[in-house]
């Protein structure tokens, strides 16, 4: 299993980004997926979670409105559009999935939100 974001990077309050979460090693299409978040010195967070079929999505109160999580199953990839940046979202971005009980996550992706 393999995990590789892409899509960080510098953005002043207010802007947009969209990460990118490839997939590959596993039958991508029959895992739920999500996205998580950390920041320094505080504990690694969800910020939204996509059923596999992508018919479900779940976010916490701090994106609600702000991100979408979004998935290509033919292109097993999994996407988070991020708008309306506020610099209380510079974090490292973690794609995870749990696959067959076992959970997997990306290399992370620095994402920084300048005010």
């Given amino acids: ?8 990077g510098l953005v002043q309050a207010g802007g947009s980004l969209r990460l990118s979460c490839a997939a590959s090693g596993f039958t ?4 739920a ?15 939204a979670r996509i059923t596999s079929a ?3 999505t779940t976010y916490p109160d701090s994106v609600k409105g702000r991100f979408t999580i979004s ?16 610099p209380e979202d ?4 973690y794609c995870r999935g749990v696959v067959r ?14 005010s």
């Fill in 90 to 93: 510079t974090a490292v971005y």
């Fill in 33 to 47: 997926m999500s996205w998580y978040r950390q920041a320094p010195g505080k504990e690694r967070e969800l910020v």
């Fill in 54 to 56: 992508g018919s479900s």
């Fill in 28 to 31: 991508f299409s029959s895992y």
């Fill in 101 to 114: 009980s076992r959970q997997y996550w990306g290399q992370g992706i620095q994402v920084t939100v300048s």
């Fill in 1 to 8: 299993v393999q995990l590789v974001e892409s899509g960080g």
């Fill in 71 to 86: 998935r290509d199953n033919a292109e097993n990839t999994v996407y988070l559009q991020m708008n309306s940046l506020k």
